[in-house]
């Protein structure tokens, strides 16, 4: 398999993100999903496959106390 993309991330942060501790997603890759710390940039990232992706902002939204707010668009 393949993990190389060309697609540039787009990267964002939640608009409940108060200050530069959280974290940021790029999702314009059709193939995946990319998260990074905001705080070490530089440290890499983490990619997961759209479809798991979905899965676990699903599941976080529904876990009470879980205190993830995934998803929203800035």
Not at 5 to 29: F, G, H, I, L, M
Not at 54 to 66: E, H, I, L, N, Q
């Amino acid at each position: 398999m393949n993990c190389a993309s060309t697609v540039v991330p787009n990267w964002r942060t939640s608009t409940y993100t108060k200050s530069d501790s959280c974290v940021e997603v790029a999702d314009n890759d059709p193939g995946r999903v990319r998260v990074r710390d905001t705080k070490a940039r530089g440290r890499g990232t983490i990619a997961a496959r759209r479809d798991a992706w979905g899965v676990f902002v699903s599941y976080a939204k529904r876990t009470p106390g879980a205190g993830v707010e995934v998803g929203r668009r800035a």
